[in-house]
């Protein structure tokens, strides 16, 4: 049975997708099944492989809207353990009708993620920047929830939205979601700010910080341009032995599944 | 009668916020009235200022939804010419409330600027990471939108979108919307993918990128955790020079109204 995981902040430019990406890389490194979603109608998964528009043909609006099969849906990529499917939402009026259809019924991703569960060890869904019914959707489907906080900023208001939107989702749809972690993203560890977004943030999550912390990186930052998960491109780059360490982490804590 | 412009991009985290209120506060420095109105329901405004609870206690959210008189909701900052409205939403659901207002009613901003474009010289609009019902009403009630494109990553197909959407608003609902300008924000010189993406968008966009570039700093990605604009907390920063000479050329270009 695979462990769902959504990486979720309506923080913009927080790090969800390049973390959804090189995390899902790194755990079929690891040789786990793994199953990447980009679920944001903003189409960052796509964009981040080199898939072909045969390959992009369908994705999650096909797969929600028009009730697609799923494996017609399913991509396999490049790594031997990651397949994909893509968000091929392509107008802000396809976006509208996905939310529509996701508002109407909470449970769809969910009765269709029922589906291929047994086929994968690790299920990873990339969130738009938003907590409307895309995500809300996304953590009723979800066994857990991945935190990015970018380590420049750092606002208690909206960690605190963000925990009581997925304490009313969890106590109203889904009584079994947790809370996976809070990472730390594009930290610089040269600057005082960098330290003191850390220092802010354990003292606020405690435990459920996680012990790995993503560097900023130009490395990672060229990533969605040169369209390859960066374990591809330089697995000896800081942020590739990060994003490592990352699902390591993440299968270490997971063990007794 | 003032200028409205709307900071818009669908892409998270690219400098909306640090956009509109650093352009908001250079204006106002150059003594223009201006008003900057936090339509973004994650508060990003607010938490750009140090205001009281007494003075964020009315916001967009009150506006749009309860129609309290704007007059209530206009909050004069330390900045002598610069008025502030924050968007006070304060959960998924009042945001949920605010996106299908604007869905019914999508003239409602409009209707709620006419009262107040004779009082100011520009009003700044700054928007969520979305192209959904909140900024398409925002678009309707702008003269010009200005794009931010943050210098690491520049995504054809987002900007294409972008722009079709702005040109769907247009002729439907405000034939008279154009585009202010394409800008360069977080650009960081010493590498190569800051210099090919200023290229790329210059390619697309040529007379529509603003000549003055945003450089990626410490004090820009510091300005939130210091709630003060950034001609506040260091005028002779990089920062602060980058968005003083882009209000310059924004005047320069709009002088003959
Ligand atoms: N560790 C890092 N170091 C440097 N740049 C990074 C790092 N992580 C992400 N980036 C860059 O920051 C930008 C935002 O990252 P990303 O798109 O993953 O965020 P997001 O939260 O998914 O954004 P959105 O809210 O639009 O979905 C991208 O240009 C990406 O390349
Ligand atoms: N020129 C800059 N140099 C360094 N950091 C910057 C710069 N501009 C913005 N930032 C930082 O980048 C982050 C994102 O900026 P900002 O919040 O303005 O983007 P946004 O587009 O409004 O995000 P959202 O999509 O969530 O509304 C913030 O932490 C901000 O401090
Ligand atoms: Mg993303
Ligand atoms: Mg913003």
New binding site residues.
């Given amino acids: 049975m695979a462990k769902i995981l959504a990486v979720v902040s ?5 790090g969800k997708t390049t973390t959804s990406v090189n995390l899902a890389a790194s755990i079929a490194a690891l040789e786990m099944r793994t199953l990447l979603i980009g679920i944001d109608p903003q189409c960052g998964v796509s964009s981040s492989f080199n898939f072909t528009s045969r390959e992009n043909k369908y994705g999650i609006y096909d797969l929600v809207y028009y009730k697609v099969p799923i494996v017609e849906v399913i991509i396999h990529s490049e790594i031997k353990f990651l397949d994909v499917i893509v968000s091929n939402v392509k107008s802000s009026s396809e976006e509208d009708i996905l939310n529509q259809t996701m508002k109407a019924n909470k449970f769809c991703l969910k009765e269709i993620l029922a589906e291929v569960v047994k086929f994968y060890d690790y299920i990873i869904l990339d969130c738009p ?1 938003s907590l409307g019914a895309i995500s809300i959707s996304t953590m009723i489907a979800a066994d857990s929830i991945l935190i990015p906080v ?1 380590g ?2 750092y606002s208690k208001e909206s960690l605190a939205r963000l925990l009581q939107t997925a304490k009313e989702v969890s106590s109203m749809y889904n009584p079994s979601l947790t809370i996976e972690g809070v990472l730390l993203t594009m930290v610089d560890f040269r600057t005082n700010l960098g330290k003191k977004v850390c220092e802010d943030i354990r003292k606020a999550m405690g435990e459920k910080v996680f012990s790995t912390i993503i560097p900023r990186t130009v490395k990672l930052a060229e990533a969605p341009m040169i369209k390859k998960p960066i374990i591809l491109s330089d697995i000896n780059s800081k942020g590739a032995m990060a994003y490592l360490s990352l699902a390591q982490e993440i299968l270490a804590k997971n063990e007794e599944r």
Same sequence: chains 1, 2.
């Fill in positions: 309506q923080k913009g430019g927080v920047p970018q420049e900023y």
